[in-house]
T-cell receptor, first 111, second 114 residues
Framework: DQQVKQNSPSLSVQEGRISILNCDYT??????FLWYKKYPAEGPTFLIS?????DKNEDGRFTVFLNKSAKHLSLHIVPSQPGDSAVYFC??????????FGAGTTVTVRA | NAGVMQNPRHLVRRRGQEARLRCSPM?????VYWYRQLPEEGLKFMVY????????ESGMPKERFSAEFPKEGPSILRIQQVVRGDSAAYFC????????????FGPGTRLLVL
């Protein structure tokens, strides 16, 4: 039962442009959302999170938007840099420790 | 290195052998979580432990898998009589007491069962 879905397995973007990653969820009990970045052969690195009481959270080049009515969140990276090439995972929790992850989106930033 | 540490990074076992994966949480973190990632999938929760206590093992297979987090030393995920389907990346994460939802992950152990 995939409660968190990342429907785009890959994304290619030119350096300097905006990367937009999307994530949908089905469990209405989810109230905390996170984005992780993962390089090959490494563990996921926490990027940014958002609580359900907010609809936007920004940290440097990274902004996460939450649309609760649509059960949708997105991660914007601007401007995209070559070092941003990685797999990005969306994760969610229902006021507890059990994170549910999407399958990931592989981002490739072209020079 | 103040991050989550896992070892070994790579582990090869033959079917029927035992696999032991170790995890040391970040300094100051007392909560440990284990996740498994199968190829082309996201991470799946397995178990949540605090020192000397298993809090939630609802994601663990009922047989052959066990976990512990002793008073001293790292957390151990143990897989007995491994089968090919156990081949995966196993990630450990830790969190502080005050924010269990923001978890910091180790580099993972890649288990290959021949």
């Amino acid at each position: 039962d995939q409660q968190v879905k990342q429907n785009s397995p890959s994304l290619s973007v030119q350096e300097g442009r905006i990367s937009i990653l999307n994530c949908d969820y089905t469990n209405s009990m989810f109230d905390y959302f996170l984005w992780y970045k993962k390089y090959p052969a490494e563990g996921p690195t926490f990027l940014i999170s958002i609580s359900s009481i907010k609809d936007k959270n920004e940290d440097g080049r990274f902004t996460v938007f939450l649309n609760k009515s649509a059960k949708h969140l997105s991660l914007h990276i601007v401007p995209s840099q070559p070092g941003d090439s990685a797999v990005y995972f969306c994760a969610a929790s229902a006021n507890d420790y059990k994170l549910s992850f999407g399958a990931g989106t592989t981002v490739t930033v072209r020079a | 290195n103040a991050g989550v540490m896992q070892n070994p990074r790579h582990l090869v076992r033959r079917r029927g052998q035992e696999a032991r994966l170790r995890c040391s949480p970040m300094k100051g973190h007392s909560h440990v979580y284990w996740y498994r990632q199968l190829p082309e999938e996201g991470l799946k929760f397995m178990v949540y432990l605090q020192k000397e206590n298993i809090i939630d093992e609802s994601g663990m297979p009922k047989e052959r898998f066990s976990a512990e987090f002793p008073k001293e030393g790292p957390s151990i995920l143990r897989i007995q009589q491994v089968v090919r389907g156990d081949s995966a990346a196993y990630f450990c994460a830790s969190s502080p007491v005050e924010n269990q939802e923001t978890q910091y992950f180790g580099p993972g152990t890649r288990l290959l069962v021949l």
